[in-house]
């Protein structure tokens, strides 16, 4: 797998580059916005390490025009103790954060999370998801809501697959984060939270599809009737 880094600090590309082909992964750097956004747009790249702070355009500007062409994943890097910059590379698209500083290994260990979900799966062609106006095809990825075809990214398509399979019963954040991120939830990691947010935005129109279980995780509803917030 391909990954890019992307960050003017040029050690640590360096020291990164060095532990992640140690790892496995085949590595290339750029250290300032445009040159990075360019061969983000590449082929060949799997996944994207990107910085808030860059020269040039900043990390949430390269984020921004990259998924408007792009479902590559990415993965922001924020300054800790900055939440604000942790929300809104989620909500522009990233697919996860690390805050500064960080231990090598977790971000190896996130990136694998990360690129699991984006390996290609086997088509199931007899496994079509049909409940409360949403149809979910896992053999072609496409979601319809109400009939028109509603564009999601894998993350998004994968945690809906999961909550409509379970309609009904109460999937905890716990068993998400472990799910997709291989990790457990912190009260304060936004990540599944953020991308349910995503999902709710592009598929509900009034009702409330996915209801949150306040303290304890998020819930499909199988019927217009189970729609509404507790």
């Given at each position: 797998?391909?990954?890019l880094l992307v960050d ?131 053999g072609t990825r496409e ?40 990790r457990k939830a912190t ?44």
């Amino acid at each position: 797998m391909h990954i890019l880094l992307v960050d003017d600090d040029a050690e640590l590309c360096s020291l990164l580059r060095e532990f992640l082909q140690r790892e496995g992964f085949t590595v290339s750097s750029e250290h300032e916005g445009n040159r990075g956004l360019a061969k983000a747009l590449e082929s060949g790249i799997d996944l994207v390490v990107l910085d808030v702070m860059l020269p040039g355009i900043d990390g949430f500007e390269i984020l921004r025009r990259l998924r408007a062409q792009s479902k590559v994943p990415v993965i922001m890097l924020t300054a800790r103790g900055e939440d604000v910059d942790r929300i809104v590379g989620l909500e522009l698209g990233a697919d996860d954060y690390l805050p500064k500083p960080f231990n090598p290994r977790e971000l190896a260990a996130r990136i694998r999370a990360i690129l699991r979900r984006y390996e290609a799966r086997p088509a199931e062609p007899n496994a079509r998801l049909e409940l409360n106006g949403i149809a979910l095809d896992p053999g072609t990825r496409e979601v319809l809501a109400a009939g028109k075809r509603v564009e999601l990214t894998t993350f998004e398509f994968d945690i809906l697959e999961m909550l409509m399979r379970s309609a009904g019963r109460v999937l905890s954040r716990d068993a998400l984060m472990e799910k997709f991120f291989n990790r457990k939830a912190t009260p304060y990691d936004r990540s599944i939270d953020m991308h349910i947010s995503h999902l709710r935005k592009k598929l509900e129109a009034g009702d409330s599809l996915i209801k949150t279980i306040r303290g304890v995780g998020y819930q499909f509803s199988r019927s217009p009737e189970d729609t509404g917030i507790e």
